[in-house]
């Protein structure tokens, strides 16, 4: 799958690397910005059990 994204990026190999990495970093910003802070209220790892009274 990543090998067919890399060759079908315009352009000479330096210029697919470049792309390459303005891809990876985009996709990682649109996780943390948005999906990872959206996922986070249906995870249960974030509930804290420190201080509640019993």
């Known amino acids: 799958m990543y090998a067919?994204?890399?060759r079908s990026?315009?352009?000479p190999?330096?210029?697919r690397i470049i792309w390459a990495i303005l891809l990876?970093?985009?996709a990682l910003?649109?996780?943390v910005t948005w999906?990872?802070?959206?996922l986070s209220q249906f995870?249960?790892?974030t509930d804290s059990t420190i201080g509640a009274s019993a």
Request: a neutral charge; aromatic letters at 18%; charged letters at 0%.
């Open 9 to 11: 990026l315009p352009g």
């Open 24 to 26: 990876i970093a985009a």
């Open 29 to 31: 910003a649109v996780l």
């Open 13 to 15: 190999l330096w210029l």
């Open 4 to 6: 067919l994204i890399f």
């Open 43 to 45: 995870s249960p790892l």
């Open 35 to 38: 999906v990872f802070p959206w």
